[in-house]
Nanobody
């Protein structure tokens, strides 16, 4: 089970840190990712981190502004979002991937488990 938290309403330029807690003792064996879905749009990839933290991947739209990290001892993955823009407004979901094959362009069908999501709203 994946449970996100940390969303909210902020102004453009502000920062937020999202958290995703996972239950179970195998969290460290999963590649973890963040996706987002804006109203009327398809769910899109945001960032991913390998189980060993050796690999990171970001969507071009968030590179240099967002940072994904994980704490395997706490079964938690984070998404630090800085310099937020109104176009970042979306429901953000974390996801877990059991395969350890690293992919350059992750899609939703590459992940096996999903959280419910947390709303992030950025006002201009």
């Amino acid at each position: 089970q994946l449970v996100e938290s940390g969303g909210g309403l902020v102004q453009a330029g502000d920062s937020l840190r999202l958290s995703c807690g996972a239950s179970g003792r195998t969290f460290s064996s999963y590649t973890m990712g963040w996706f987002r879905q804006a109203p009327g749009k398809e769910r899109e990839f945001v960032a991913a981190i390998s189980r060993s933290i050796g690999n990171l991947n970001y969507a071009d739209s968030v590179k240099g502004r967002f940072t994904i990290s994980r704490d395997n001892a706490k079964n938690t993955v984070y998404l630090q979002m800085n310099s937020l823009k109104p176009e970042d407004t979306a429901v953000y979901c974390c996801a877990a991937r059991s395969s350890q094959i690293w992919i350059s362009h992750f899609r939703t069908d590459h992940f096996d488990y999903w959280g419910q999501g947390t709303q992030v709203t950025v006002s201009s």
